[in-house]
T-cell receptor
Framework: AQKITQTQPGMFVQEKEAVTLDCTYD???????LFWYKQPSSGEMIFLIY??????QNATEGRYSLNFQKARKSTNLVISASQLGDSAMYFC??????????????FGTGTKLQVIP | IAGITQAPTSQILAAGRRMTLRCTQD?????MYWYRQDLGLGLRLIHY???????GKGEVPDGYSVSRANTDDFPLTLASAVPSQTSVYFC???????????FGQGTRLTVV
């Protein structure tokens, strides 16, 4: 089974509208972390937002927020008031502690978001 | 140097040649990682290091080796490059393994 699943290969959103990018995960750990990264066409990976498995509140960072539903094992990224500069690939990732003793981060395959003027 | 720096930014390499991708960070982060990014597969962990002097294998370690002689540097070596190692390679670091990772700008490697 995939550890991280992003089912939307591509999404379009109108400028100034909100958009939700989906991510589901699979783990048997009680303690884990969930991340979202943005990768613009220039190629760099930019950290956006983090949610810990024990965090009771949904994480927010400016225009980014997470809709974290632990029972459903989903952590959807919501971008409010989309801007043209939000056009990029978005990766969901999960951190788990492995039996080897290191924190393993697994990435999804990404969602390409295009913001339309 | 600010943050995490990779070199070279791109490289075309003949199959069978040896190549070392360099990664340096100035944030004094303990944990460092090497990922490869391939279309449709996301990022996959090659090797990691929790602290200076220790390294470990990730998901796709075959054909790659790393060393961590000090906190700042984490080079990735391809002993004998093959075309399937054509990819974009990202180095990353984090203060501890359980926090977000900061990425370098990537190295685009083409093995022909």
């Amino acid at each position: 089974a995939q550890k991280i699943t992003q089912t939307q290969p591509g999404m379009f959103v109108q400028e100034k509208e909100a958009v939700t990018l989906d991510c589901t995960y699979d783990t048997s750990d009680q303690s884990y972390g969930l991340f979202w990264y943005k990768q613009p066409s220039s190629g760099e990976m930019i950290f956006l937002i983090y949610q810990g498995s024990y965090d009771e509140q949904n994480a927010t960072e400016g225009r980014y927020s997470l809709n974290f539903q632990k029972a459903r094992k989903s952590t959807n990224l919501v971008i409010s008031a989309s801007q043209l500069g939000d056009s990029a690939m978005y990766f969901c990732a999960m951190r788990e502690l492995t039996t080897g003793g290191y924190q393993k981060v697994t990435f999804g395959t990404g969602t390409k978001l295009q913001v339309i003027p | 140097i600010a943050g995490i720096t990779q070199a070279p930014t791109s490289q075309i390499l003949a199959a069978g040649r040896r190549m070392t991708l360099r990664c340096t960070q100035d944030m004094r982060h303990n944990a460092m990682y090497w990922y490869r990014q391939d279309l449709g597969l996301g990022l996959r962990l090659i090797h990691y290091s929790n602290t200076a002097g220790t390294t470990g294998k990730g998901e796709v370690p075959d054909g790659y080796s790393v060393s961590r002689a000090n906190t700042d540097d984490f080079p990735l070596t391809l002993a004998s490059a093959v075309p399937s190692q054509t990819s974009v390679y990202f180095c990353a670091s984090s203060p501890r393994g359980d926090t977000e990772a900061f990425f370098g700008q990537g190295t685009r490697l083409t093995v022909v």
